[in-house]
Nanobody
Framework: QVQLVESGGGLVQPGGSLRLSCTASRRIGVSDTMAWYRQAPGKQREFVAA???????KYGDSAKDRFTISRDRTKSAVSLQMNSLKPDDAAVYYCNVPRLELWGQGTQITVSS
């Protein structure tokens, strides 16, 4: 069965940048919408960004103007470039393929000085 694996999480200082990656075990990114969500302690799961098969993108309010989602169609991978990170961005970030109701295991982001 297809699976998603996230990577790139870790510790970053406020104002810093991180790039997350989500890789599918087989080629699905070309024809499927792919998305990123996040969940922080005590908060509900929050939409971050999505990229559609035609390349169009959508961002949640907390991500607009700071985050960029992109896709490598050949490698079936989607990335999330996160700039100007704030403490409120700290969360576990999950990759998602809505059509397959498929989620990755999550990668943790910590923003602290």
């Amino acid at each position: 069965q297809v699976q998603l694996v996230e990577s790139g999480g870790g510790l970053v200082q406020p104002g810093g940048s991180l790039r997350l990656s989500c890789t599918a075990s087989r080629r699905i990114g070309v024809s499927d919408t792919m998305a990123w969500y996040r969940q922080a302690p005590g908060k509900q799961r929050e939409f971050v960004a999505a990229i559609y098969p035609n390349g169009a993108t959508k961002y949640g309010d907390s991500a607009k103007d700071r985050f960029t989602i992109s896709r490598d169609r050949t490698k079936s991978a989607v990335s999330l470039q996160m700039n100007s990170l704030k403490p409120d961005d700290a969360a576990v970030y999950y990759c998602n393929v809505p059509r397959l109701e498929l989620w990755g295991q999550g990668t943790q982001i910590t923003v602290s000085s």
